[in-house]
């Protein structure tokens, strides 16, 4: 099985991998319930079909919470925010972020509009102190919002107080569900949208209010099933729900799992120094920090204690350390050499509520070698350097047990033909396919060639240089901007000035025929000096004759200094007239006008090039990680699911390459 081999629900892809590894859990992970975790249920219904296949459904709740540096007013620490390229272009998000219908966080920053051939920088600047707010306006990824915490200090999802956060995920809900319900009808199905919205809604405050002393992870982990429920129309069977600090707590009673073996290569004296080059090697030149970054004796693991936070553990050979915000050094009585040392150590010192979780690149071979892991098509972008990890270590003769990842495939567009809602359209899709409301199966059966024809926009839009060309173009793009009245107007004031500059071409011809004559005395005048000097220097006696040709000379250049200034004052007079006339009052009105124009028509083409961008980037991204929510909310039936699960399509990923 390979990367390109795709086989349809109930393939030969889950039924080989069930007897590869038997009793091997399906591990799907995701940091928040709200987005396309639950649509992993298609699994569970291949596997229901195949009668086998265990799937462990699980809260990554090991990250931190989202957070920015951008502080907002107002009460709370706990805020909804917007992605753009500007105020937020820092924010990153985990466990706190919901896209409304059709919405994605897929930027359409100031260098994709460049390279459309926005003007960006002119249009912003055109906007004065307003400038901040333009670009924040125009780079917003749409139907997209994070929970944000403002504070200053690091969260981590599986330790923040449900009576901190829960106000917050109830607020991020509102809007994401508010924002999706009036995009759909008729009456019948928008009331059906609403109803499922209360529904999730429901679920989440009753637990709130029931569980003020919980953490969100628990609200996670009570909202998954049921959302696994809700697209599926009845309970998942043969799962169970976790969290990633559960899986990992590490204790001496859990080290001997599998999924810690992968943690002793990097304590064992016989693999510690190769595992932790491979390390390095695989992450060399990436975003991610080399081993030698956090310190002496750094493994790829942080450590997570209740109270003190998530930090690297360091093991050196007197002390293992944990940085966490306030550092906990371990004093050792002999070294720590396997991961049953390391847990017996750390328990005698921090208890057994503790959980050892693999930096991004390492968590995936932990995790894999005792579970398969369930990504979508998009999903986990660090595994192509966590295989060059595995790779290394096996070609160094270290024996590696790990399971390949099963990927789907989701249609989620395609499957939409089983709906019969009508939708009405966000701005930037009903742009793109000309129209505000489209039934399901027409938008089915149309958006893969709307998302081919708003690339061509963005291609065509790079190579139109001349604002007529652009204007032009927009007359067949945008038939409410008046483009063809604006174009005849745009004609009109070109000629306008044409005119002026015909009118000032005498003068223009008259000031190059001063120039001309002012660099021909000034040859002359330098003649003259230099004569001048020559005849200085040949006289021995100062007679009368010589005292006359010495002031012939100097009468001679005088004259040709009064003449060259009269010409340069001749100068400054004409260009004064030709000022006049192709910067006077006339002139600065077209001026004004035809710069209007331009930037209406950069205005024009920005608006088209960010609706061509959030449709071209924003349906492939959420054809592959559509909200599971969007799916009842939109075909309370079932059957968009359904036909998602018929269509998903599974490959195999190896962790590990083979030889």
Same mark, same amino acid.
């Given at each position: 099985?390979?990367?390109t081999?795709?086989?349809?629900?109930?393939?030969?892809?889950? *039924?080989?991998?069930l007897a590869d590894?038997?009793?091997?859990?399906?591990?799907?992970?995701?940091?928040?319930?709200?987005?396309?975790?639950p649509v992993?249920a298609?699994?569970?219904?291949?596997l229901d079909n195949l009668?086998a296949g265990?799937?462990?459904?699980?809260v990554?709740d090991t990250?931190?919470?989202?957070?920015?540096?951008?502080?907002?007013?107002?009460?709370? =620490?706990f805020?909804?925010?917007a992605h753009?390229?500007?105020?937020t272009?820092? /924010?990153?998000?985990?466990?706190g972020?919901v *896209?409304?219908?059709?919405?994605?966080?897929?930027?359409?920053?100031?260098h !994709?509009?460049k390279?459309?051939?926005v003007?960006?920088?002119?249009?912003?600047?055109?906007h004065?102190?307003a400038?901040?707010a333009?670009?924040d306006?125009?780079?917003?990824?749409?139907g997209?919002r994070?929970?944000?915490y403002?504070?200053?200090?690091? /969260?981590?999802?599986?330790? /923040?107080?449900?009576?901190?956060?829960?106000?917050?995920?109830?607020q991020?809900?509102?809007?994401?569900?508010?924002n999706?319900?009036?995009q759909?009808?008729?009456?019948c199905?928008?009331?059906e949208?609403?109803?499922?919205?209360?529904t999730?809604?429901?679920w989440c405050?009753?637990?709130?209010?029931?569980?003020?002393?919980?953490f969100?992870?628990?609200?996670f982990?009570?909202v998954?099933?049921?959302?696994?429920?809700?697209?599926i129309?009845?309970?998942? *069977?043969?799962?169970?729900?976790?969290?990633?600090a559960?899986l990992?707590?590490?204790?001496p009673? &859990?080290a001997?799992?599998?999924?810690?073996?992968?943690?002793?290569l990097?304590?064992?004296?016989?693999?510690?120094?190769l595992?932790a080059s491979?390390?390095?090697?695989?992450v060399?030149?990436?975003?991610i920090?080399?081993?030698?970054?956090f310190?002496a004796?750094?493994?790829p @693991?942080?450590?997570?204690i209740?109270?003190?936070?998530?930090?690297t553990?360091r093991v &050196?050979p007197?002390v293992?350390?944990v940085?966490?915000?306030q550092?906990?050094?371990?004093?050792?009585?002999?070294p720590?050499?396997s991961?049953q040392?390391l847990?017996?150590?750390?328990?005698?010192r921090?208890?057994?509520?503790i959980s050892l979780?693999?930096?991004?690149?390492s968590?995936?071979?932990?995790?894999?070698?005792e579970?398969i892991?369930?990504?979508?098509?998009e999903?986990s972008?660090y595994?192509t350097i966590?295989?060059?990890?595995?790779d290394?270590?096996?070609?160094?003769?270290?024996?590696?047990?790990?399971r390949?990842?099963? =990927?789907?495939?989701?249609?989620?567009w395609?499957?939409l033909?089983?709906?019969?809602?009508t939708?009405?359209?966000?701005?930037? /899709?009903?742009?793109a396919f000309?129209?505000?409301?489209?039934?399901?199966p027409?938008?089915?059966?149309?958006?893969?060639?709307?998302?081919?024809?708003q690339?061509?926009v963005?291609?065509?839009?790079?190579a139109? !240089?001349k604002?007529?060309?652009?204007?032009?173009?927009?007359q067949g793009r945008?038939?409410?901007?008046?483009?063809d009245?604006?174009?005849?107007?745009?004609?009109e004031?070109?000629?306008?000035?044409l005119?002026?500059?015909q009118e000032?071409?005498?003068?223009?011809?008259?000031v190059?025929?001063?120039y001309? !004559?002012?660099s021909?005395l000034?040859k002359?005048?330098?003649?003259a000096?230099s004569?001048?000097g020559?005849?200085? =220097?040949?006289i021995?006696?100062?007679?009368e004759?010589?005292?006359?040709?010495?002031t012939? @000379?100097g009468?001679?250049?005088?004259?040709l200094?009064y $003449?060259?200034?009269?010409?340069?004052?001749h100068?400054?007079?004409?260009?004064e007239d030709?000022r006049?006339?192709?910067?006077?009052a006339?002139?600065q009105?077209?001026?004004t $006008?035809?710069d209007?124009?331009e930037?209406?028509?950069?205005m024009? !083409?920005?608006?088209?090039?960010r609706?061509?961008?959030?449709?071209?980037?924003?349906?492939?991204h959420?054809?592959h990680r559509?909200?599971?929510?969007?799916?009842?909310m939109?075909?309370?039936?079932?059957?968009?699911?359904r036909?998602?699960? $018929?269509?998903?399509?599974?490959?195999?990923?190896p962790?590990?390459?083979e030889?």
């Amino acid at each position: 099985m390979s990367i390109t081999d795709t086989e349809p629900a109930g393939s030969s892809v889950v *039924s080989q991998l069930l007897a590869d590894y038997p009793g091997s859990p399906f591990l799907a992970l995701g940091q928040t319930v709200f987005w396309d975790e639950p649509v992993k249920a298609v699994l569970r219904l291949a596997l229901d079909n195949l009668g086998a296949g265990h799937m462990v459904l699980g809260v990554h709740d090991t990250d931190y919470f989202a957070k920015t540096r951008v502080r907002k007013s107002g009460p709370g =620490r706990f805020v909804l925010m917007a992605h753009n390229d500007g105020t937020t272009r820092d /924010l990153w998000s985990a466990a706190g972020e919901v *896209s409304t219908l059709f919405g994605s966080e897929t930027l359409p920053d100031r260098h !994709r509009l460049k390279a459309a051939g926005v003007p960006f920088q002119r249009l912003a600047r055109s906007h004065g102190e307003a400038a901040a707010a333009f670009l924040d306006s125009v780079t917003e990824a749409w139907g997209w919002r994070g929970l944000v915490y403002t504070g200053s200090t690091d /969260l981590i999802v599986s330790r /923040l107080p449900l009576k901190d956060v829960g106000a917050g995920v109830l607020q991020l809900l509102a809007w994401a569900f508010e924002n999706a319900a009036v995009q759909i009808g008729p009456a019948c199905c928008c009331g059906e949208a609403h109803r499922s919205a209360d529904t999730v809604l429901g679920w989440c405050r009753e637990y709130c209010e029931q569980n003020p002393d919980k953490f969100l992870t628990d609200l996670f982990q009570s909202v998954l099933p049921r959302m696994y429920e809700l697209v599926i129309g009845s309970a998942p *069977s043969n799962v169970t729900v976790d969290g990633t600090a559960n899986l990992l707590r590490f204790t001496p009673a &859990t080290a001997s799992l599998p999924r810690f073996k992968f943690v002793d290569l990097f304590l064992s004296p016989a693999s510690r120094e190769l595992a932790a080059s491979a390390y390095n090697a695989a992450v060399q030149g990436s975003n991610i920090y080399t081993l030698d970054k956090f310190g002496a004796g750094a493994i790829p @693991f942080d450590l997570i204690i209740p109270g003190k936070g998530r930090g690297t553990i360091r093991v &050196t050979p007197r002390v293992v350390f944990v940085e966490t915000p306030q550092p906990v050094a371990i004093g050792l009585k002999q070294p720590v050499t396997s991961v049953q040392e390391l847990a017996q150590v750390l328990a005698a010192r921090l208890g057994n509520e503790i959980s050892l979780v693999g930096k991004a690149v390492s968590l995936v071979s932990m995790l894999a070698q005792e579970f398969i892991f369930v990504f979508n098509e998009e999903g986990s972008t660090y595994v192509t350097i966590t295989r060059q990890l595995n790779d290394t270590l096996a070609e160094a003769g270290i024996p590696l047990d790990m399971r390949p990842i099963l =990927r789907i495939r989701y249609e989620t567009w395609d499957a939409l033909s089983a709906a019969t809602a009508t939708i009405r359209l966000p701005d930037h /899709l009903a742009s793109a396919f000309g129209r505000a409301a489209i039934t399901c199966p027409e938008f089915a059966a149309s958006w893969r060639s709307v998302v081919e024809e708003q690339k061509q926009v963005c291609t065509t839009s790079a190579a139109l !240089r001349k604002p007529s060309d652009l204007m032009n173009y927009l007359q067949g793009r945008d038939p409410l901007g008046n483009w063809d009245s604006k174009l005849q107007r745009y004609a009109e004031i070109r000629t306008g000035l044409l005119v002026l500059r015909q009118e000032a071409m005498p003068l223009h011809s008259e000031v190059q025929h001063a120039y001309t !004559r002012v660099s021909s005395l000034r040859k002359q005048r330098a003649e003259a000096q230099s004569q001048m000097g020559s005849h200085f =220097r040949s006289i021995t006696e100062w007679n009368e004759e010589a005292t006359e040709k010495r002031t012939e @000379f100097g009468n001679q250049i005088s004259a040709l200094d009064y $003449e060259i200034r009269e010409l340069l004052r001749h100068v400054i007079t004409l260009k004064e007239d030709i000022r006049a006339i192709e910067k006077g009052a006339a002139a600065q009105r077209l001026r004004t $006008e035809l710069d209007s124009i331009e930037r209406d028509a950069e205005m024009a !083409r920005l608006k088209l090039v960010r609706n061509a961008l959030l449709t071209s980037d924003g349906l492939p991204h959420t054809n592959h990680r559509p909200s599971a929510w969007w799916l009842p909310m939109v075909d309370s039936t079932g059957g968009w699911f359904r036909k998602i699960a $018929e269509t998903a399509r599974y490959y195999t990923e190896p962790l590990l390459t083979e030889k």
